[in-house]
């Protein structure tokens, strides 16, 4: 079945405490993006790739890290977290510059 | 500024109600608008792409139509099970993979 994963699916954490949130998609696509999802701000993205090794800033990017070295994981990293980071996170990828498929979403919550 | 706004912020509609929502945007530079459904607690879901004025697409009881300056998504005789956060994306500029999303609309039908 063709999917984006993501893992883990929540998780509570306090300040400070890096964390890595995972990001698989089995369908051979290039294209490969992370969101939040705030209340009354939408979707916002804070990092992309166009392909492997090759990432560039979104609209929300302070906070987080990402690198691509396979194709298929799209990981994303806070190094530090920090309360502000509480949200709802979605990896998306996509063939071309097409429509993007959603993973299942990842709630982070940062005490 | 690149702006994404979606109106109303939340719909009720009886069952068989025909009605539209509406995304406006200002961009420097349209390269596909993009309709995606969210239902609470999963990742949006793809509808539609629009790349020019005058465009429609349709899928069953949804109909997304395309000016310069916004988009509208018609609903026709919705059905309770049409419920869902609708939500407008704009990506700008071809160089990049760059996404921007309203706020979303909130749709309830009521049997």
């Known amino acids: 079945e063709a999917q984006v994963t993501q893992n883990p699916r929540y998780l509570i954490t306090v300040t400070g405490k890096k964390l890595t949130v995972t990001c698989s998609q089995n369908m051979n696509h290039e294209y490969m993006s992370w969101y939040r999802q705030d209340p009354g701000l939408g979707l916002r993205q804070i990092y992309y790739s166009m392909n492997v090794e090759v990432t560039d800033k979104g609209d929300v990017p302070e906070g987080y890290k990402v690198s691509r070295k396979e194709k298929r994981n799209f990981p994303l990293i806070l190094e530090s977290p920090s309360p502000n980071q509480t949200s709802l996170y979605f990896c998306?990828?996509?063939?071309?510059?097409?429509?993007?498929?959603f993973g299942p979403g990842t709630r982070l919550t940062v005490l | 500024e690149d702006q994404v706004t979606q109106s109303p912020e939340a719909l009720r509609l009886q069952e068989g109600e025909s009605s539209s929502l509406n995304c406006s945007y200002t961009v420097s530079g349209l390269r596909g608008l993009f309709w995606y459904r969210q239902d609470p607690g999963k990742g949006p879901e793809f509808l539609f792409t629009l790349y020019s004025a005058g465009e429609e697409k349709e899928k069953e009881r949804l109909k997304a139509t395309l000016t310069k300056k916004e988009s509208f998504l018609h609903i026709t005789a919705p059905k309770p099970e049409d419920s869902a956060t609708y939500l407008c994306a704009v990506r700008v500029d071809s160089g990049t993979y760059k996404y921007i999303f309203g706020t979303g609309t909130r749709l309830k039908v009521l049997a």
């Open positions: 998306a990828s996509s063939f071309g510059q097409n429509e993007q498929f």
